[in-house]
């Protein structure tokens, strides 16, 4: 069952911070997140993992609670390039590799 | 660049043709994806090869699609008689390890657009 990720938009000032967030019906063994520019593929930014184990972007933090299987990113003292949409790809456990993707997030950025 | 590429970036056809889609993932990474992309939406799972072997197929895959991974290296995509609900984004990705604890690595992908 795909994440369900919140809020739909984000528009931010330069500097100003954000939070998104995903969480899941199932029990997650990791979350995974991309930001994807228009016409361009996905590119990783952060993979957590049960147990509290993360992975990833030295700039951009981020939290998974695996009671509520919910994960939150952080953005904090936004740049421009933090424009795009981002995606959280959650692995039930269990899963084989098949990551569940949401519909995204799009978060635009101004100076 | 080492990244994962894929062939072509963009591809017109019309309804009822085939087309091939190529991906070479990162040199040493062994399991490959493929995900399909419309708009508006996230990277919907299609298929997965370890090596070789395509462990796991969505119900999305139809008798119309097929992929392949001959020599464990890089993969094809096939869509026969195509139709206008084809038209989307083809993203192939690549990982080293389990998806567990390794990401999975994108490449830029190839838009299908079927007139």
């Known amino acids: 069952q795909q994440p369900v990720q919140s809020p739909q938009a984000v528009i931010l000032r330069e500097g100003e911070d954000a939070v998104i967030n995903c969480s899941s019906s199932?029990?997650?063994?990791?979350v995974h997140w991309y930001r994807q520019k228009h016409g361009e593929a996905p590119v990783f930014l952060m993979i957590l993992l049960k147990g509290g184990e993360q992975k990833g972007h030295d700039k951009i933090s981020a939290s998974f609670n695996e009671k509520k299987q919910q994960s939150s990113l952080y953005l904090t003292a936004s740049q421009l390039s933090y424009s795009g949409t981002y995606f959280c790809g959650t692995l039930v456990t269990g899963a084989n590799s098949k990551l569940t993707f949401g519909k995204g997030i799009t978060l635009s950025v101004r100076p | 660049d080492t990244g994962v590429s894929q062939d072509p970036r963009h591809k017109i056809t019309k309804r009822g043709q085939n087309v091939t889609f190529r991906c070479d993932p990162i040199s040493e990474h062994n399991r490959l994806y493929w995900y399909r992309q419309t708009l508006g939406q996230g990277p919907e799972f299609l298929t997965y090869?370890?090596?070789?072997?395509?462990?796991?197929k969505s119900r999305l895959l139809s008798d119309r699609f097929s992929a392949e991974r001959p020599k464990g290296s890089f993969s094809t995509l096939e869509i026969q008689r195509t139709e206008q609900g084809d038209s989307a984004m083809y993203l192939c990705?690549?990982?080293?390890?389990?998806?567990?604890?390794?990401?999975?690595?994108f490449g830029p992908g190839t838009r299908l657009l079927v007139l």
């Open positions: 199932k029990a997650l063994y990791s």
């Open positions: 090869f370890q090596n070789e072997a395509q462990l796991e």
């Open positions: 990705a690549s990982s080293s390890r389990p998806t567990g604890r390794e990401t999975q690595y």
